[in-house]
C-alpha cells in the first residue's frame, strides 16, 4: 500500500494554497468547471498515491463549487488513508463547516478509531440531530455511551435502533448490557432472549447475570443455545434453580410456570426421561383445561390457554390436533392450515396432510399454498390428489396474474411468477404467464425510461431482471441507476455482468471502468470479469486492453495483479 504522508499543512490553509498555484486569469474560469477540473486533477493523484496533490486539489473543488458531492465522498476517501493525526485534525475541520450527516458520521468513526471517545460521542449526538433514526447513528451512539459508562444513554439509543431493526444483534447485546449494568433484571433478561435468538454465543456472557438476578429459565435457554462450554458449578446452579422452581410452582398448582421450568430443564438435560413424562403430563392438563373451557361456550379463552401450553411443549401432536380442529371450527383457516401442516411434519400422517389440502382450496390463492403441496408430497410421496390440487391452484394464480398485467400491475404479477417458478406444478401455464409478464415489461421500461432511470423504470428493471438474470437492457437500466444514485460499486456489479454478456460492447467495459475506479476493490473486479471474457475468448482484444488498465491502476495501490 501506499505510505501514508505527514500532511504539515493546516487544512484550512490548503485551499487557499492550493489557489496561490493556479496559472494567472484561473480566477475568470466558471466556479463549476473550475470544481470539475480540481476533482478530476485529486482523483488522478489519489490513484498515483499522492495524497497531499489530491487533498489539495479535492479543497480547492470544495471550495469553488461546496455542493459538489463527488469532491465531498473523495475528501473522507482521502482521509481514510491519512495517519492519526492529520486524520484527526481532518475530523475536528469537518465539524466546523456546514453541517453534513456524511461528515459528521466519518468524524465520529475517526474520533472512535483513534480513542477520543468524548468527541466521538458528541459527534455521534450531532449526527443524531442531523438523522434521528438513522441507525448507524444510533448504533455509534449507543457503543459510546456504553464504554463511557452513561448507560441510560446507552439503554436508550440501542432501544430506538431495536424500534427500527428488531433483529439487530448489536443492539441487543448494548441494551442487555447498559440494562444489566443498571440493575433492571426484568428488561434485561427480556433483551438477553432475544439475544439468544439472534446471536447464543454473545447472549451466554450475560448467564452469570441472569444466575445472579434468579432467571433461571431463560438461563436455561442461553445454556442450551450456546455453543462454547460454560463452567459446570453454573450450569448446577441453574438446574438446582430449575428444581425449586419446579417444586413451588406444583405446590402451588401453577400448572403454566411449573410446565416452562420443565421445559427450560429438558433442555439443559436432553436425557431426562423423568423431565419429559412430567412435562407431557402438565401439556395434558392444560390441554384438558383448554378443552373444557371452551365447552363451557369461551372459545378464545379455550384457545388462547391451549396456546401457552403449545408455548411450553411446541411439538406435542396431541395439542395441536386439538388446536387445528378449535381453529377449524372458529373459521380460522389460516391457523388451522398451519397447526395440520406441523402435525404432518411430526407424524408423517397422510390424513393431516390431505387435511391441509382441504383448507388450503377454501383459502384464496397464494404461492405460498404451492409451497405447502410440495412439503406434503415430500411426505406422503407422489399422490395425485397433491398434484392435482397443485394444479388447481397454478391456475388460479395465472388467472389472477394476467388480469393484474392487464389492469398495469406488474408489480404485484411478478412475485406470483416467481412463486409459480419455485413450486412449478404446471409448466405450460407458468412459461405463458412469464411469457406475458415479460412482454409487458419490455414496453413498460421502453416507455418510462429517458437519459437518468427513474424509480418506477428502475423497479420494472428490477422484475425483469429476477425474471432473467441475463436480460441486458435490465442490467443496462438498473446500472444506470444505481450509478445516478451515486451507488457506484452496485452499479459496476451490473456492468460487470453486462461486459461478460455483451464484450463487444467498448461502452459497456468503458462504464464498468469507470464506475469500478473509486477504489482497488472495484479495480479487481475489472480484471476479474475481463479473465472470464478471455477465459473463453483468449485474444478478445477489448478485455485484454481494460485488464491491463485496471492492472496498472492497482500497482499504483500497491497490489499486484
Not at 463511557?148 to 448494548?174: E, V, W
Not at 450475560?206 to 443455545?225: D, G, H, I, N
Request: one cysteine or more.
Amino acid at each position: 500500500m501506499v505510505a501514508r504522508k505527514r500532511l504539515s499543512t493546516p487544512l484550512k490553509e490548503r485551499s487557499a494554497k492550493a489557489k496561490e498555484t493556479r496559472p494567472v486569469g484561473a480566477s475568470q474560469i466558471d466556479p463549476r468547471s473550475e470544481a470539475l477540473q480540481s476533482l478530476a486533477n485529486a482523483r488522478s493523484a489519489f490513484g498515483k498515491g499522492d495524497l497531499r496533490v489530491a487533498l489539495d486539489e479535492v479543497a480547492l473543488a470544495i471550495a469553488s463549487n461546496p455542493a459538489l458531492t463527488e469532491a465531498h465522498q473523495l475528501r473522507l476517501k482521502l482521509g481514510s488513508r491519512l495517519d492519526e493525526a492529520d486524520r484527526l485534525a481532518l475530523a475536528r475541520h469537518l465539524l466546523t463547516e456546514p453541517e453534513s450527516y456524511e461528515n459528521v458520521a466519518w468524524a465520529a468513526d475517526t474520533f472512535r478509531r483513534f480513542k477520543q471517545l468524548d468527541d466521538a460521542l458528541a459527534a455521534w449526538r450531532k449526527a443524531l440531530v442531523l438523522r434521528p433514526n438513522d441507525l448507524d447513528a444510533l448504533l455509534g451512539a449507543a457503543a459510546i455511551s456504553l464504554k463511557l459508562r452513561l448507560y441510560a444513554d446507552a439503554s436508550n439509543c440501542a432501544a430506538k435502533a431495536i424500534g427500527h431493526d428488531g433483529t439487530n444483534a448489536q443492539a441487543l447485546f448494548i441494551r442487555a448490557e447498559a440494562l444489566s449494568k443498571l440493575k433492571i433484571t426484568d428488561e434485561a433478561e427480556a433483551a438477553i432472549g432475544r439475544l439468544s435468538d439472534i446471536d447464543p454465543s454473545a447472549a451466554s456472557r450475560f448467564v452469570p447475570f441472569l444466575v445472579s438476578s434468579k432467571k433461571w429459565e431463560t438461563a436455561a435457554r442461553v445454556v442450551s443455545r450456546s455453543e462454547g462450554d460454560l463452567e459446570p458449578e453454573l450450569v448446577s446452579t441453574i438446574v438446582h434453580g430449575l428444581n425449586r422452581n419446579i417444586k413451588t410452582a406444583h405446590e402451588q398448582n401453577e400448572l403454566e410456570r411449573e410446565g416452562r421450568a420443565w421445559a427450560a430443564l429438558i433442555s439443559l438435560e436432553k436425557d431426562n426421561e423423568r423431565a419429559k413424562a412430567k412435562l407431557q403430563k402438565v401439556t395434558s392438563a392444560l390441554i384438558k383445561q383448554g378443552g373444557n373451557i371452551m365447552v363451557a361456550g369461551d372459545a378464545a379463552a379455550g384457545i388462547a390457554l391451549l396456546e401457552t401450553a403449545r408455548n411450553i411443549d411446541p411439538v406435542h401432536p396431541g395439542l395441536l390436533r386439538k388446536l387445528a380442529i378449535a381453529y377449524e371450527k372458529s373459521d380460522d383457516i389460516d391457523k388451522a392450515a398451519s397447526c395440520w401442516v406441523l402435525i404432518g411434519r411430526l407424524t408423517r400422517d397422510p390424513d393431516a396432510w390431505f387435511r391441509v389440502v382441504r383448507l388450503v382450496k377454501k383459502m384464496p390463492p397464494q404461492t405460498s399454498q404451492l409451497g405447502t403441496l410440495h412439503d406434503a408430497i415430500e411426505y406422503v410421496g407422489e399422490d395425485e390428489v397433491l398434484k392435482s390440487a397443485g394444479k388447481s391452484i397454478s391456475r388460479k394464480l395465472v388467472r389472477q396474474a394476467r388480469e393484474l398485467v392487464d389492469a398495469g400491475q406488474i408489480e404485484q404479477a411478478a412475485p406470483i411468477a416467481q412463486g409459480l417458478r419455485k413450486w412449478n406444478f404446471d409448466p405450460d401455464a407458468l412459461h405463458a404467464i412469464e411469457a406475458r409478464i415479460r412482454r409487458s415489461l419490455r414496453e413498460k421500461i421502453r416507455d418510462d425510461a429517458g437519459l437518468h432511470v427513474d424509480e418506477r423504470s428502475a423497479a420494472f428493471a428490477k422484475i425483469l431482471h429476477d425474471l432473467e438474470p441475463a436480460n441486458k437492457r435490465a442490467l443496462k437500466l438498473l446500472g444506470r441507476y444505481q450509478a445516478d444514485k451515486r451507488n457506484f460499486s452496485t452499479a459496476a456489479e451490473y456492468y460487470g455482468r453486462l461486459a461478460a454478456l455483451q464484450p463487444d460492447s467498448e461502452a459497456t467495459w468503458k462504464r464498468l471502468a469507470r464506475y469500478a475506479g473509486h477504489n482497488a476493490d472495484g479495480r479487481e473486479q475489472v480484471v476479474k470479469v475481463a479473465d472470464e471474457v478471455l477465459a473463453r475468448i483468449p485474444d478478445h482484444v477489448i478485455a485484454m486492453r481494460f485488464r491491463d488498465q485496471a492492472r496498472e491502476t492497482l500497482h499504483h495501490f500497491g497490489i499486484q495483479k
